[in-house]
Nanobody, 119 residues
C-alpha cells in the first residue's frame, strides 16, 4: 500500500523555484504531525520542515525564509514551495509523518521526488 506520493521535482538553476506536492490519502492530518524530508547523495535523510497538527511549521535553519509549507486538508495533500534554490538543496524529497510512519515494522516511504539545482 502506498501512503505518500510525492511529485513536482525537477531540474532548476540556482535561484529558481519549485513546488512539491505530497498526497497522503490514508493519513489523518488532524492527528499526525507531518514532515518534509530530503536525502542528498551520500547523506542521511534529514527533516527540513515539520508541520504540526495545530497548523504551525518549523523549518531547519538552512531553508528558513526560502521554503514554505501549505496544506490542503480537503485533498489530504501538502505542498512545499521552494524559492531561491541553491545547489545544496539538491536531494530526493519525501514527505511522511513525524516521526516517520512504520506499519507492521515496515517503512512507509514513498518514491520521493528528485530536486536538482544547477549552479
Amino acid at each position: 500500500q502506498v501512503y505518500f506520493v510525492e511529485s513536482g521535482g525537477g531540474l532548476v538553476q540556482t535561484g529558481g523555484s519549485l513546488r512539491l506536492s505530497c498526497a497522503a490519502p490514508e493519513i489523518s492530518f488532524r492527528f499526525n504531525d507531518l514532515g518534509w524530508y530530503r536525502q542528498a547523495p551520500g547523506k542521511q535523510r534529514e527533516l527540513v520542515a515539520r508541520m504540526y497538527t495545530g497548523g504551525s511549521t518549523n523549518y531547519v535553519d538552512s531553508v528558513k525564509g526560502r521554503f514554505t509549507n501549505s496544506t490542503d486538508n480537503a485533498k489530504n495533500t501538502v505542498y512545499l514551495q521552494m524559492n531561491s534554490l541553491k545547489p545544496e538543496d539538491t536531494a530526493v524529497y519525501y514527505c511522511n509523518t513525524d516521526p516517520p510512519l512504520r506499519i507492521n515494522n515496515r517503512d512507509t516511504w514513498g518514491q520521493g521526488t528528485q530536486v536538482t539545482v544547477s549552479s
